[in-house]
């Protein structure tokens, strides 16, 4: 089976590459900057291009099960926020027969109906709102977005604050409260690489933690 990876040169990215491969998917990478993937792989296709240009992102999703996306907003190009493409992205799915959809959203940014935050989160949430509003407003517009369509069935992960790059596996999704405020990229990255034979979490956002 083939999936498609967005955000794959990012830290996460290149995680969820690397274990979709692992799990002997077929991957393709569509990326704006081909020089900076450094996963080389015979069962990695390498695809540069915007996430603006429908046709060629159409292109590159055919034949894939799902689009894993780990795009964030980047420092360096705030103007070009992840979620202004979504509908891009929808439709080039639609056009592909592509129905799945996994992300890569935020727990302290993101409140969904039910949550239990501790406050430790919420305070997190706060400071993220007053200090990277941008990033904040891509979360929040990305699964408004999701909830607004039912083109695509989807999964967004919420983990609250990544650090480290070591795979544990002990990690658990939560619907409404994380059990902790952390975990590791590569965990996180295992958990939407799973999404793509599981539906357990469809149309759902699940703290991760
Ligand atoms: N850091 C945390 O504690 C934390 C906690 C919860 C959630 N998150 C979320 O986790 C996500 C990923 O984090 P990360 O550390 O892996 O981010 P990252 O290293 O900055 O990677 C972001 C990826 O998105 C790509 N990207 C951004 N804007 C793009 C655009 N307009 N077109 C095409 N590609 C674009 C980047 O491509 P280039 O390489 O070309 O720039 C890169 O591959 C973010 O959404 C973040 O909000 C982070």
């Known amino acids: 089976m083939r999936i498609a990876v967005l955000g794959a040169t990012g830290a996460v990215g290149r995680h969820v590459v690397q274990y979709a491969l692992d799990a002997d998917y077929e991957v393709v990478a569509y990326i704006r900057n081909a020089s900076k993937m450094t996963v080389h792989h015979p069962d990695l296709l390498v695809v540069e291009g915007s996430l603006s240009d429908l046709a060629r992102l159409e292109k590159a999703l055919h034949d894939t099960v799902a689009v894993v996306s780990a795009l964030g907003v ?27 959809y996994i992300g890569l959203s935020s727990g302290a940014a993101v409140n969904m109906p039910g949550d239990r935050k ?37 999964t967004l992960a919420r983990p609250t604050r990544l650090i480290g790059d070591t795979l544990s596996q002990g990690y658990r999704a939560t619907a409404h409260r994380p059990r902790r405020l952390w975990t590791s990229r590569a965990d996180v990255a295992h958990f939407l690489v799973q999404q793509v034979s599981d539906n357990q979490w469809d149309n759902q956002a699940p703290f991760i933690s």
């Open 74 to 100: 980047s420092h360096r190009t705030p103007d070009k926020q992840p979620s202004q493409q979504l509908p891009v992205i929808l439709e080039a799915m639609q056009k592909a027969g592509v129905s799945r």
């Open 118 to 154: 501790p406050l430790a989160a919420k305070i997190m949430g706060h400071i993220l709102n007053t200090f990277r509003h941008t990033a904040v407003e891509d979360k929040k517009r990305e699964l408004d977005t999701l909830c607004q369509q039912s083109t695509v069935t989807w």
